[in-house]
């Protein structure tokens, strides 16, 4: 198993498959999870002639059960460190909600002055500002976060049981095909990871505001999201984001749900690819 030791002595845990000279792909995983939930994106890029990398987020899956650093500045400086160890560069950096506020700060900070990144793609991302306040009123109230902590902390197990079982993959729709396998999958991620990590994620991804993140990034970007997100609405996410970005275009798919690169692979994974060759 592979590991980056970081400026703090957190170990994060990465994947490196494919041709060392091919052009890479860095994945960022969302919360609660691991590099794992980007198994289909992985081997159907690395079929792709691709060579292609993921890591655990600090906290997350294999990676350090650390007690610091639960934050999108760490996040993206643990990006940094695993890019920077393998020499990443002409890279396309894929981030799926939390991961998607990973990207755009790592592409802001690091990717784009340290001369790494090429492209950048953001699936059901949560920048620019997922929590309601008086200048981002569309935003979801702090009381839905709050409800998250609670839930979380008084039984973790079952809270990651329902959302993998209802809004995150859209399995509560009236007619939706329930996979128990994905369901089982994502608890596995999840509860692999720390308790404290994913508690003090909440806050990360819900009250960092990214739009100077957003604004700073001028490499292509590619802003997906379902329309029936129940998770991060798309309207308080991939409408703004491309608004921010100066060289970003966008696709919204009609009813997909936030986990749709899980549930509906077979359809964003070949829009991945011509976005990447384009």
Avoid: C
């Avoid at 492209?119 to 935003?139: C, F, H, Q, R, W």
């Avoid at 329930?178 to 990360?204: C, D, F, P």
């Avoid at 292509?220 to 491309?242: E, F, I």
Wanted: charge should be negative.
């Amino acid at each position: 198993m592979a590991y980056v030791t970081t400026k703090d002595g957190t170990e994060i845990f990465y994947k490196d498959w494919g041709r060392k000279d091919a052009q890479p792909i860095m994945f960022h995983h969302g919360w609660p999870l691991s590099a794992d939930d980007w198994d289909s994106q992985m081997l159907f890029f690395l079929q792709n002639g691709y060579r292609v990398v993921a890591h655990d987020r600090r906290g997350h899956g294999r990676s350090s059960q650390t007690d610091i650093g639960h934050d999108m500045d760490h996040y993206a400086a643990d990006a940094a460190a695993v890019a920077k160890h393998l020499d990443l560069r002409n890279a396309v950096h894929v981030g799926h909600s939390t991961g998607g506020g990973e990207v755009a700060r790592y592409v802001a900070q690091y990717g784009q002055p340290q001369g790494r990144v090429a492209k950048a793609v953001l699936v059901s991302a949560v920048p620019p500002l997922m929590i309601k306040t008086d200048g981002n009123p569309e935003g979801t109230p702090i009381e839905v976060f709050d409800g998250f902590r609670t839930a979380l902390a008084a039984n973790r197990a079952q809270f990651f049981l329902d959302v993998a079982s209802g809004p995150f993959y859209g399995f509560n729709r009236p007619g939706a095909k329930v996979s128990e396998a994905v369901i089982r999958n994502w608890w596995r991620q999840g509860m692999t990871g720390s308790a404290l990590a994913h508690y003090e994620g909440i806050k990360a991804f819900s009250e960092t505001d990214q739009s100077g993140d957003l604004k700073a990034i001028i490499v292509p970007t590619l802003v997906l999201q379902g329309d029936d997100d129940q998770v991060v609405p798309y309207k308080d996410a991939a409408l703004k984001q491309v608004e921010l970005l100066r060289n970003g275009t966008s696709k919204i798919y009609p009813g997909y749900p936030h986990g749709m690169l899980t549930t509906h692979a077979d359809v964003i994974n070949p829009d991945l690819l011509a976005f990447v060759r384009g």
